[in-house]
C-alpha cells in the first residue's frame, strides 16, 4: 500500500468515530416501523405545525410543543383514512394559514379543531405556495395550467381574487410563482390573454394590480435583495437577459445577455446572499452553469464551469450562511460535496470533502439555526446523518446517528423552536417519524487544531488565445497539486502536473502539440482549492 493510500485509510478511520449529542424521538405517530412522514413545519408562537400520516386518518394537519403529550392531531378534515393532505404554509402572530387538497381549500388555525375555519374553497385545484406582508396573506391557487393570485385579511369574506389588472384590462390565468417582496410591495410575473407575460405590483392596502417596467416584455423568474429587484428575463427561446432594478416603478437595466442552446426558460434563480445573487443560465460557451451578479455588467460572470465546456450543471440544495453562499455541487474530482462562495472571482472554493475521495457525500437539505447550519450528508462509512457546521470546515462534524452503521436517518423538514431542533428521521424500528436535538448541547470549539487561512492564486494564461506554448502562474501552499487540460466537452485531455510542491511560485505550461483548435480549461486542484483558467488555442 502506498503511503497516499495509508494516508487516505487513516482519514476515513477518523472520520468513522463522530462525536454525537443527545436526540430524541418526540413520537411515533404512526406506531410501528410503517412512516408517519412529517413535513413541512411551521413555527407558530410556542408550538410548531407539520403534517403526518397515519393509518386512522391519512395525512392530516398536525401540532405539536415538543412533547409526546403535546403532539396531535389539529383536526381530521377529510373524515377516516381519507387525506385532506393538509399543508401548512405561513403563519401571523398566533394563526397558522394552510392548504388542504382534499377538498382544494385554504384554511387558518389557532392549533384547535373549534379555532379552524375554512376561508375559500376552490373549484379545482389547490394552494401551494404563500407570502405574508404585513397583515395580508398572498397565496397562489393553482387550478391546472398557470396560477391565479389571491389574498386574504384572514376572513372569509375578505379572502379575495386578485383579478383585476387595472382599469379596462383582462384578467389574468397565469401567475409566476416567483412573487417577491420588495420596498414594501409585492412583485410577481403574469401573463394575461393574448399578451405577453409582464411584471406587475401591488402595494398594500391598494390591492389592485399595478404593471411596471414595461421595457421587460417576457419575464420568467425574480429574486430580491436588500437593494435591488433582479428579473431573469425570456428574449427568444434560446436567449435569456439579466436585469435589475432599485427603483421598478421607473426603470430597470439589463445587466447580461445569455444566448445559449437550450431551452432559455431552464434559467434559473438559485439564491441570495446580501447583495449576490447565483442563477443558472447557457451563454452558448459553457451550458447551465452557476452564475453569480452583483447587478452590474461586470460583475455578473459564472461562478464555476462545474461541468466543463458545453455540459450543464443546475444546482440544486443551497444556503446562505455567515456571509458566504453554500451549495452542494458535484466533481469528478471530489464526487457531489459543499461548497461555498463570498461571490467573488477567486472566492469559490471546495468547503469540505465530507465523503473522502471520489465518493458522494449527498448533502442536502441546509438549514441555519442559531448554533450553526445543519444539513444531512455521508461520510461514506455511515449513512446519510445529521451534520452541523459553524462556517469553518474544521468546525464541521456529524452529530447525531439515528440509524447506525451504514444505514440512514436522512434527516430532513429541520426546524428550530427554542433551543429544540426539530427534524423527521428513520429508524428501523420506526420508520420516518418527528425526533428533536438539543442545540444547547452542541459545542462550537470542536477537538482539531484550527485552520490557518491558506492564500492560493492562479494567473491568466499568456498568451491566451496561444498558437504554440501558453504559460500560467500560480501560488499555492506547500502540497500536493494536480493540474489537467480539458477540452470544451468536458473530457480530459491530459494531465499537466501530479505531485507534491515544496515551493509557492510555480508555472505550468500548455503545449499545442497534439491538439486541435479550440477552447480548453486548465484545473488547478490542492487540497481542498480547485479553480479552472479557460484557454484558447488558435491554429
Avoid at 416584455?217 to 429587484?229: D, N, Q, V
Avoid at 450528508?377 to 468546525?395: F, K, M, P, R, Y
Amino acid at each position: 500500500m502506498t503511503k497516499l493510500a495509508h494516508i487516505f485509510t487513516l482519514l476515513v478511520l477518523m472520520a468513522a468515530v463522530p462525536r454525537l449529542y443527545g436526540q430524541e424521538l418526540v413520537k411515533d405517530i404512526r406506531l410501528g416501523s410503517a412512516p408517519s412522514q412529517p413535513r413541512a413545519m411551521v413555527p407558530v408562537g410556542d408550538h410548531f405545525f407539520f403534517e403526518a400520516w397515519t393509518d386512522e386518518n391519512g395525512l392530516e394537519l398536525w401540532v405539536s410543543d415538543g412533547t409526546a403529550a403535546g403532539t396531535k392531531m389539529v383536526i381530521d378534515i377529510a373524515p377516516g383514512a381519507e387525506s385532506s393532505r393538509a399543508e401548512p404554509l405561513v403563519a401571523i402572530g398566533n394563526i397558522l394559514y394552510f392548504n388542504t387538497q382534499n377538498p382544494g381549500a385554504f384554511w387558518k388555525t389557532d392549533g384547535t379543531e373549534v379555532g379552524t375555519e375554512k376561508l375559500v374553497e376552490f373549484w379545482s385545484g389547490s394552494a401551494r405556495r404563500a407570502w405574508v406582508v404585513g397583515n395580508i396573506v398572498f397565496f397562489i391557487h393553482h387550478p391546472g395550467n398557470g396560477g391565479l393570485l389571491w389574498y386574504t385579511d384572514g376572513t372569509p369574506s375578505g379572502t379575495r381574487y386578485a383579478n383585476e389588472f387595472g382599469a379596462g384590462q383582462p384578467t389574468t390565468d397565469n401567475i409566476g410563482d416567483d412573487l417577491v417582496v420588495f420596498g414594501g410591495s409585492v412583485y410577481f410575473t403574469a401573463s394575461q390573454s393574448g399578451l405577453n407575460a409582464a411584471v406587475w405590483k401591488i402595494q398594500p392596502p391598494n390591492m389592485i394590480p399595478e404593471k411596471v417596467l414595461l421595457e421587460i416584455f417576457h419575464p420568467l423568474r425574480l429574486l430580491a435583495t436588500p437593494t435591488k429587484l433582479f428579473i431573469l428575463n425570456v428574449e427568444t427561446r434560446e436567449i435569456n437577459s439579466l436585469w435589475v432594478s432599485e427603483d421598478p416603478l421607473n426603470e430597470a437595466t439589463k445587466v447580461a445577455v445569455f444566448s445559449g442552446r437550450g431551452p432559455s426558460s431552464d434559467a434559473r434563480f438559485i439564491g441570495s446572499n446580501n447583495e449576490w445573487v447565483y442563477f443558472n443560465a447557457e451563454d452558448g460557451i459553457h451550458g447551465f452553469e452557476p452564475w453569480v451578479s452583483d447587478g452590474t455588467t461586470s460583475g455578473t460572470q459564472v461562478l464555476r464551469d462545474a461541468n466543463p465546456g458545453a455540459g450543464s450543471f443546475f444546482v440544486g440544495e443551497s444556503m446562505a450562511f455567515n456571509n458566504d453562499f453554500f451549495f452542494a455541487m458535484p466533481d469528478p474530482v471530489f464526487g457531489q460535496e459543499l461548497w461555498k462562495t463570498d461571490g467573488s472571482e477567486d472566492g469559490l472554493s471546495l468547503f469540505k470533502d465530507i465523503n473522502l475521495g471520489l465518493g458522494h457525500a449527498s448533502v442536502q437539505n441546509l438549514f441555519v439555526t442559531d448554533r450553526g447550519m445543519v444539513f444531512s450528508a455521508t461520510d461514506g462509512v455511515h449513512g446519510n446523518e445529521l451534520w452541523i457546521t459553524t462556517g469553518l470546515s474544521h468546525q464541521t462534524e456529524m452529530i447525531s446517528d439515528i440509524n447506525p452503521g451504514a444505514n440512514s436517518s436522512s434527516p430532513g423538514a429541520f426546524l428550530q423552536l427554542g433551543d429544540y431542533l426539530y427534524f423527521s428521521a428513520t429508524q428501523e424500528d420506526t420508520g420516518k417519524e418527528l425526533w428533536r436535538l438539543d442545540l444547547s448541547t452542541i459545542t462550537t470549539d470542536i477537538d482539531r487544531a484550527p485552520v490557518i487561512p491558506q492564500h492560493y492564486t492562479v494567473s491568466p494564461a499568456s498568451p491566451n488565445p496561444f498558437s504554440s506554448v501558453t504559460q500560467l502562474s500560480y501560488d499555492f501552499p506547500p502540497g500536493y497539486v494536480r493540474i489537467d487540460l480539458f477540452n470544451a466537452l468536458g473530457q480530459l485531455v491530459m494531465n499537466l502536473y501530479d505531485g507534491y510542491q515544496h515551493a509557492r511560485l510555480a508555472d505550468v505550461s500548455v503545449n499545442a502539440g497534439g491538439l486541435v483548435s479550440g477552447i480548453y480549461y486548465v484545473r488547478f486542484l490542492t487540497g481542498s482549492f480547485i479553480t479552472t483558467r479557460k484557454v484558447v488555442l488558435v491554429r
